[in-house]
């Protein structure tokens, strides 16, 4: 079962020790987000500030809300030791059957209502992230939605969020993301003002859905509404006729006018480095309802693990998969591991003995998806979730003359840290294969040396036995 508000979801973090309350008065100026950052690092237990400088007790933040493996399971209802590939399994099962949204008359989000000259975005902790940031961000872990004016698509995506002044957020939107393209294409082009909508502190699955990019324009609110296996509950926005979650903690109604831009950024994102401040089109805030005892979420973007490379990843691997079985690639697992901020994808394959296999995956992948620059490709016995066997592959098994392939000139991602100013500014790189395959032409019963791991040179009575008895030898 998944959890419809964040209250419910840190009582069940509670109960496993996924989570600590902190009681200790912390500074909303780098405290939190340093706590944050080092429980990522160290994959702690997710922080719930309950005492903030400057703000009443009624102010809380959630800190970390799924950055780790177990908090992910315990998001999607599962025992926080679940194997990552049963979590996976599940996820694949449960988007096939989206689940539209029902709507509410009145809401949680709606106990306190701002309008007018009571919009003050600073009433709310909103904390400073890291060192060297551009300002405070509300927006880390949450829903920005909008509404496409020619069909009934309601994109939710999340794009960060920093507070200009009272009344007044700059956001990441840009035409590489699906909320960015609308307001261009659709409003700005037209010179039309584009409502928009910010939902903080949103259950833990729809917040994750919000930050996925799925292939079909179908609104993501059915996405989410598959993956807590019953309809997400909306209620209607004050300002507009955009459709926000009920349980959310607090909803800011903006809107966004051609012409009006702010600076936005610094800020340390998902790749683990900072990137640079740009003007960025200005939101005007004309309403705040929220609960009245609102708790942020706070993620905090960095070297992993965070959330921007947990609940994304699992989107994009399985998008991946979905889309070199289309390109008829005898794919078996893929995985885009978090601890690579997303930035390498690895996928293990049925050969049959065919040649160039590799090359195959390769070129599927980025026909799709140029943000996987680093590409690795591994045989059916090994698991791709299992990094200390893909790590192992890499050192084996990867000849270092014919199995690592370099192709320039081809698309980039433009927050990639390692591009140069002129390859970012056209977003232009390449792209590495590394082949961890045996060769096609040799044989398994004699080329192929025997691998020695408990999986493979013991029988399987035995290792059952094994497993069965772990704890009876003491372990």
Sequence with gaps: MAYKDNRKYVTALEKTGDVVRIKKEVDWDGEVGGIVRRANELRAPATFFE??????????????????????????????????????????????????????????????????????????????????????????????????????????????????????????LTMSNDGGRIYFTKYASQKKPMPIAFAIGADPISSMTAAIRFDSLQSEVNFAGGLHGEPVELVKCETSDLMVPAHAEIILEGEISEGYSVPEGPFGEFTGYRTGWDWRTAIVIKAITSRKDPIITLANPGVPLSEGSMGPGMGRTLNLKKHLKACGVPVVDVYVPPEAAGMIV??????????????????????????????????????????????????????????????DKEMAMSLSPFLTSEER???????????CTWPAEWSRETDVPPRVSFKDVYSRELQEKITREWKEYGF
Excluded at 122 to 139: K, N
Excluded at 367 to 375: A, G, L, P, W
Excluded at 429 to 434: D, E, R
């Design 51 to 172: 005492k903030i400088k400057d703000y009443s007790p009624d102010y809380r933040i959630l800190g970390g809300p799924i950055t780790t493996e177990r908090r992910l399971n315990i998001a999607f209802g599962f025992p926080p030791e679940t194997h990552l590939r049963t979590l996976y399994d599940e996820y694949e099962k449960r988007t096939a059957h989206p689940i539209k949204p029902v709507i509410l008359k009145d809401a949680p989000c709606k106990e306190r209502v701002l309008t007018g000259k009571d919009v003050d975005l600073f009433s709310f902790p909103a904390p400073m992230v890291h060192d060297g940031d551009g300002g405070r961000y509300i927006g880390t872990w949450h829903i920005s939605i909008v509404r496409d004016p020619d069909s009934d698509w309601t994109n939710w995506g999340m794009y960060r969020c920093m507070v200009h002044n009272r009344r007044t957020v700059s956001v990441l």
């Design 346 to 407: 690895i996928v293990s394959v049925k050969k049959f003995n065919q040649a160039n296999i590799a090359t195959l995956v390769r070129d599927a992948i980025l026909s799709r998806d140029y943000r996987e620059q680093k590409i690795i490709v591994v045989d059916d016995d090994v698991d791709v979730f299992n990094l200390m066997e893909v790590f192992h592959t890499l050192g084996t098994r990867l000849h270092p003359g014919r199995g690592i392939t370099i192709n």
């Design 425 to 435: 500014k056209y977003s232009r790189s390449a792209s590495v294969l590394f082949d």
